[in-house]
């Protein structure tokens, strides 16, 4: 089993159009994770497997009105805590993360609206990364899609920030089941060109950082030059489609857990009383399952088609069930 990623609200303070958890937000009714529910959650990852790490997400989790008994919860029964946060909070809240460090680490989600309009936002999450990143390992996450103005984004950054984090995580805005796919099959590509430059762009600046694919990339979207790049770049592909990456499963503020976002619309599950390991198989053969239905004809025509190490079993499951429905953007 790994470890679940603990939503701990459902409210945020930016309002990204990729966001992956975009269908979870609700404004009207914000919820947050109680303390009492938060240990017993942690009770039950420490009783059921070696996971070492606690990953705390929302929403925007440091908005959780606990937060920091939450880090210390976490900081008591486990030895790391990573943060996945778009940076905006108070001086008084870094000043709390500074005296944990280096226990806790932190994903900047920097491809957010006003980390790349708002210079003044800009300017406080740069200093907080800048900030953090003497302390701990940062990593920057970048989330975007073909049309994505890859140059707007470095711009945001300066050289000296690219040059001292620890890592980047790239990913692109998988679509949500029964909602409109972004992209089609055939532009693909376009997503495979998009990250060879990004990743030309961060090694401009960094050669060491640790640069990792999320899910939901395909093989088909590189071409051999442009794979062999990312292998010589020393880019890590957990694998490909929805099947590569290790996971578990997401558990909302309400204590309900669904697979992944893509298919958070279906079968989510009340985890409050249940053995995580059987929360984890259920949706795990909901997938196959989801998978061997809807699977892309011209996937098992391809080259790379499969599931061993530089395979590829197609593209994102809710991708691939909207298709089916004719649940497009064209």
Known sequence: MFLP????????????????????????????????????????????????????????????????????????????????????????LIEF????????????????????????????????IEQLSKRTKVTLSLTYDMHTDINLIFNALKKEILSQVAGFRLGFSNPIVDKKNNYLFEEL??????????????????????????????????TNNQFNYLKKEKVIIPGFGCFGKEASFDLQ??????????????????????????????FLKKQFLYWNKFKQEACLKCLFYGFEKNKCPGPCIAFLMNQSRNISSQ
């Open 253 to 282: 503020a309400d204590l309900n857990a669904f697979h992944c976002f893509p298919l958070s619309t279906k079968n989510k599950v009340l985890a409050k009383r249940k053995n995580f390991k059987k929360v984890y198989g259920y």
């Open 97 to 128: 993360l500074i005296k944990k460090t280096p226990k806790i680490g932190f994903t900047f989600n920097i491809t957010t609206p006003d980390f790349l309009l708002n210079p003044q936002i800009n300017r406080l999450v740069l200093r907080r």
């Open 189 to 222: 590509p376009k997503m495979g060109k998009k990250t060879f430059q990004i990743v030309n762009k961060i090694r401009g600046s960094n050669q060491k950082a640790r640069i990792s694919l999320n899910c939901g990339f395909t093989r088909c979207m590189f």
């Open 5 to 92: 990623n603990i939503l701990i609200t459902n409210f945020c303070n930016q309002n990204c159009l990729f966001c992956f958890a975009r269908s979870e937000m609700n404004k009207r009714t914000k919820k947050e994770m109680s303390l009492k529910d938060f240990e017993t959650i942690l009770l039950k990852i420490k009783n059921n497997s070696k996971i070492r790490v606690v990953k705390l997400l929302g929403g925007e989790p440091t908005l959780h009105s606990h937060f920091k008994e939450i880090v210390d919860l976490s900081l008591k029964y486990f030895p790391k805590v990573q943060i996945f946060t778009n940076g905006i909070f108070s001086d008084t």
